[in-house]
Nanobody, 114 residues
């Protein structure tokens, strides 16, 4: 069974940057997509970014131009570079590996506060 572990969360001031990493416990074989979701307190989990096997990325409008998703298939990892963080961005960020199944990480807390 594959486990995903996120890292890189933390506290940042508005306008600051963070880079989240997600690494699989075993080598991910086959073709799949990576996604990052976030869940703010009292809100539903939403997908913020997705990257397909060809490297094509899509984003929700709220983060477009500020966040960048990337993947490293040799390392079975995905990343989310977040810039110009805003008060609407805090929450728990989860990575997800999508192949025949959907595998979730446990999440990384992102806090934006001055």
């Amino acid at each position: 069974q594959v486990h995903l572990v996120e890292s890189g969360g933390g506290l940042v001031q508005p306008g600051g940057s963070l880079r989240l990493s997600c690494v699989a416990s075993t080598y991910l074989r086959g073709i799949g997509e990576w996604a990052w979701h976030r869940q703010a307190p009292g809100k539903q989990r939403e997908r913020v970014a997705l990257i397909d096997p060809d490297g094509t990325a899509t984003y929700i409008g709220a983060v477009k131009g500020r966040f960048t998703i990337s993947r490293d298939d040799d390392k079975s990892a995905a990343y989310l570079q977040m810039g110009n963080l805003k008060p609407d961005d805090p929450g728990v960020y989860y990575c997800k590996w999508i192949d025949a199944m959907h595998t979730w990480g446990r999440g990384a807390q992102v806090t934006v506060s001055s």
